[in-house]
């Protein structure tokens, strides 16, 4: 499976790093990668409703079998089914309003049968990027990265899964966040390998993708 395969209905792209590393890496298996802006369960949505989605969206996961995915809009009862369906997997991540359980994830999901969690963490996409729920620059949201470094159980490779969800109002917002995405990547993962995943609510000719491409490549000219 490549893992943009789903980019062109779920309007989300997989960038992965320029240089991965520097430093010696032990060999590793294929990695595939999904990600999947679920939709956040809206009752208002009639027939499109969470319920009458979730089990295409349980079927396209365990059909594509994905070492890792992530996931965007994903409100707490959501990720809870997510978790109970995909039974293969672990994952991490927080409510956005509190850093607890209330607003939308973005959760990231893991074979847990092939890489253990070595760290995680949390940063919000605003100016006080470590203040749970902190809301930046013009966005209509609260925003926020989720990510966590794994470890292949088998060869010892590890890398780190960056996920997020950019504000789809804010066009500063959206610049800011991927300044700052790209400078909290450099601090936390330096020249590790790593993959990051999100909705960034951006195409080709804007200036959070220019910003994002010139330290990381796009999936969708990498993938094989």
Same mark, same amino acid.
């Given at each position: 499976?490549?893992?943009?395969?789903?980019?062109?209905?779920?309007?989300?792209?997989?960038?992965?790093?320029?240089?991965?590393?520097?430093?010696?890496?032990?060999?590793?298996?294929?990695?595939?990668?999904?990600?999947?802006?679920?939709?956040?369960?809206?009752?208002?949505?009639?027939?499109?409703?969470?319920?009458?989605?979730?089990?295409?969206? /349980?079927? @396209?996961?365990?059909?594509?079998?994905?070492?890792?995915?992530?996931? &965007?809009? %994903? =409100?707490?009862?959501?990720?809870?089914?997510?978790?109970?369906?995909?039974?293969?997997?672990?994952?991490?991540?927080?409510?956005?309003?509190?850093?607890?359980?209330?607003?939308?994830?973005?959760?990231?999901?893991?074979?847990?049968?092939?890489?253990?969690?070595?760290?995680?963490?949390?940063?919000?996409?605003?100016?006080?990027?470590?203040?749970?729920?902190?809301?930046?620059?013009?966005?209509?949201?609260?925003?926020?990265?989720?990510?966590?470094?794994?470890?292949?159980?088998?060869?010892?490779?590890?890398?780190?899964? /960056?996920? @997020?969800?950019?504000?789809?109002?804010?066009?500063?917002?959206?610049? &800011?966040? %991927? =300044?700052?995405?790209?400078?909290?990547?450099?601090?936390?993962?330096?020249?590790?390998?790593?993959?990051?995943?999100?909705?960034?609510?951006?195409?080709?000719?804007?200036?959070?993708?220019?910003?994002?491409?010139?330290?990381?490549?796009?999936?969708?000219?990498?993938?094989?």
């Amino acid at each position: 499976m490549k893992p943009i395969s789903l980019l062109n209905w779920i309007v989300a792209i997989v960038i992965i790093p320029l240089l991965l590393t520097h430093c010696k890496q032990p060999e590793h298996e294929r990695i595939d990668v999904m990600t999947f802006n679920i939709r956040y369960d809206n009752p208002a949505d009639g027939i499109f409703t969470w319920d009458k989605r979730k089990d295409m969206v /349980f079927w @396209t996961i365990k059909a594509y079998k994905p070492d890792v995915v992530g996931i &965007q809009e %994903a =409100l707490h009862g959501q990720v809870n089914e997510l978790d109970s369906a995909l039974s293969d997997y672990s994952w991490v991540g927080l409510g956005r309003d509190d850093g607890k359980e209330n607003g939308e994830y973005v959760p990231l999901f893991y074979r847990k049968d092939r890489f253990a969690k070595v760290d995680e963490g949390h940063f919000w996409l605003s100016e006080t990027p470590d203040t749970p729920g902190s809301m930046g620059w013009d966005a209509a949201c609260t925003r926020m990265v989720t990510w966590v470094k794994l470890k292949e159980v088998n060869s010892g490779y590890a890398f780190f899964f /960056f996920n @997020t969800h950019f504000d789809h109002m804010g066009e500063e917002a959206k610049k &800011q966040s %991927a =300044l700052l995405l790209s400078e909290k990547i450099r601090n936390i993962a330096r020249l590790q390998p790593l993959v990051i995943t999100g909705d960034f609510n951006s195409n080709e000719d804007s200036e959070p993708y220019k910003i994002l491409t010139r330290l990381f490549e796009d999936a969708r000219d990498k993938a094989d």
